[in-house]
């Protein structure tokens, strides 16, 4: 299994970027994925999982600002962020879990099973 993120980089407050994650060596369109980020000190943190069904969830501090996306045919998972902010800044992470049905059951990073390497992001004021 094989997760590349893309699309990192650095912005000015407000920007926006797009994160992408290339999947392969598993059934990408019957797996729950997901984005993490971790910053300089802090814990991993889960930001937005996608269900196989395309069901998504946000944490609270990205809702309405963060899209995320996935793209079956392609076996691509997207992160669309706008209006970033300082606090947005850090390594961001794509993730699969292996669950029944492709549902995003946990969102412990310890649980989930395959991780990509990172892409940075960082957001100046």
């Known amino acids: 299994v094989q997760l590349v993120e893309s699309g990192g980089g650095s912005v000015q407050a407000g920007g926006s970027l797009r994160l992408s994650c290339a999947a392969s060596?598993?059934?990408?369109?019957?797996?729950?994925m997901g984005w993490f980020r971790q910053a300089p000190g802090k814990e991993r943190e889960g930001v937005t999982f996608?269900?196989?069904?395309?069901?998504?969830s946000y944490t609270d501090s990205v809702k309405g600002r963060f899209t995320v996306s996935r793209d079956n045919a392609k076996n691509t998972l997207y992160l669309q962020m706008n209006s970033l902010k300082p606090e947005d800044t850090a390594m961001y992470y794509c993730?699969?879990?292996?669950?029944?049905?492709?549902?995003?059951?946990?969102?412990?990073?310890?649980?989930?099973?395959?991780w990509g390497q990172g892409t940075q992001v960082t957001v100046s004021s």
């Open positions: 993730a699969a879990l292996r669950s029944d049905g492709g549902y995003c059951i946990s969102n412990d990073a310890g649980d989930w099973n395959y």
């Open positions: 060596g598993y059934t990408y369109s019957s797996a729950c």
């Open positions: 996608i269900d196989s069904d395309g069901t998504a």
